[in-house]
């Protein structure tokens, strides 16, 4: 392996997200604004430079690697991706290989993303009820995703769903969900609204923290505080009445940054060192002059740069999100 990605506070980067396309079929209300204006395709690395700055990362230590978006299974040609990537899982470069995705595309993708070494998967999932669905994503279709979600669970893919707590949304639903995932052999992780990109409307009016819901929820539940890590920044429990796991991300309520291993890159070739932070590099203008070495070099350049934490702050009506980028772009 060529020298590690280590940072100025010794961190080593070892997880890279990649987000192969900023487009959606859902708009979240939480993510997106109704009416999104996407980057032109020139903008957009292609699918070879994805493959050859994963790569890149891989080469310099990288060992987890997760494709995110906007939602990267309407990415056209992603499998082809996957498969490509899945060498590195071959040659044992590379642990895991994995996506986060909304689900909507599963029920074509399950067997083919397992058959390409993909063994888990994130999948987003706010609420179980039909009508809050539609209204959330307001365009997804709820049974749509739970056929996904079955033939992911048939092709031997592990599933972790991923919710937003959102008050006034879905506050009511976690019990329910932590049952029925607990049933399906799921984790769940719940996930505090973050102040990323303008959406229609206030994120304040549906912030709700992670240690409200945790309350709520210990009265229905055991919840015994495990030593299960992840090299994401969720905190688990495990659940005494379902053997299930909980997790939490609370990058509001509790700043997780000391042991920050990951750096993302979005879809037109950026690299971000911090999801709430502006420091970025452009990689695309360097990976096209085609010198393995500048590269090289740029990574370096980028460890230097990766700031000690983010500064979310969700607190005060009206104020602009504390980075202007949606999640779409960076990748959640
Ligand atoms: N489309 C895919 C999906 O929804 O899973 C992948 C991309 S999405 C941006 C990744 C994750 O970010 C999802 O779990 C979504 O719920 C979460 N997310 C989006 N915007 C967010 C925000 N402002 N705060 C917290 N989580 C957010
Ligand atoms: Fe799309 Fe995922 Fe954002 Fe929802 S959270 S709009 S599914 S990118």
């Not at 082809?80 to 071959?90: A, F, T, V, W, Y």
């Not at 700043?255 to 971000?272: A, D, M, Q």
């Not at 502006?278 to 990766?306: F, G, Q, V």
Request: some cysteine; charged content about 25%.
């Amino acid at each position: 392996m060529q020298k590690p990605l280590i940072d100025k506070y010794g961190r080593h980067v070892s997880y890279l997200r990649v987000s192969v396309t900023d487009r959606c079929d859902f708009r979240c209300t939480y993510c997106m604004a109704e009416n999104m204006t996407f980057l032109p395709k020139s903008q957009i690395l292609t699918l070879e430079e994805l493959d050859q700055l994963c790569s890149a990362f891989i080469a310099r230590g990288v060992r987890k690697l997760r494709l995110t978006g906007g939602e990267p299974l309407v990415r056209r040609g992603i499998m082809d991706l996957i498969h490509d990537l899945s060498r590195h899982l071959k040659s044992g470069t590379l642990d895991e290989l994995t996506l986060t995705t909304n689900g909507s595309q599963l029920a074509t993708y399950a067997d083919d993303l397992a058959r390409a070494g993909v063994k888990r998967l994130n999948i987003s999932l706010d609420t179980l009820d039909h009508q809050k669905f539609a209204d959330i994503t307001r365009r997804g279709r709820l049974e749509q995703v739970l056929t996904g979600l079955q033939a992911a669970k048939e092709a031997g893919i592990g599933i972790k769903i991923n919710a937003v707590a959102l008050r006034g949304q879905n506050e009511d639903e976690f019990s329910r969900m932590l049952a029925w995932c607990g049933q399906e052999g799921f984790d769940l992780c719940l996930i505090e609204t973050m102040p990323l990109g303008d959406i229609d409307g206030d994120r304040t009016d549906h912030y709700l923290p992670l240690t409200v819901v945790r309350e709520r929820l210990e009265k229905d539940w055991t919840l015994i505080p495990s030593n299960h890590v992840t090299p994401g920044p969720a905190r688990y429990v495990s659940v005494a009445e379902t053997g299930g796991r909980l997790g939490f991300i609370t990058p509001l309520t509790h700043n997780f940054c000391e042991g920050c291993n990951r750096v993302r890159i979005t879809c037109t070739g950026t690299l971000y060192m911090c999801l709430g932070q502006e420091d970025h590099i452009d990689l695309r203008e360097i990976l096209r002059e085609n010198d393995p070495a500048l590269l090289d070099a740029a990574l370096d350049r980028a460890m230097l740069l990766k700031p000690k934490g983010h500064d979310f702050i969700i607190d005060r009506k009206g104020q602009k999100p504390a980075v202007s980028r949606h999640m779409s772009m960076t990748g959640g």
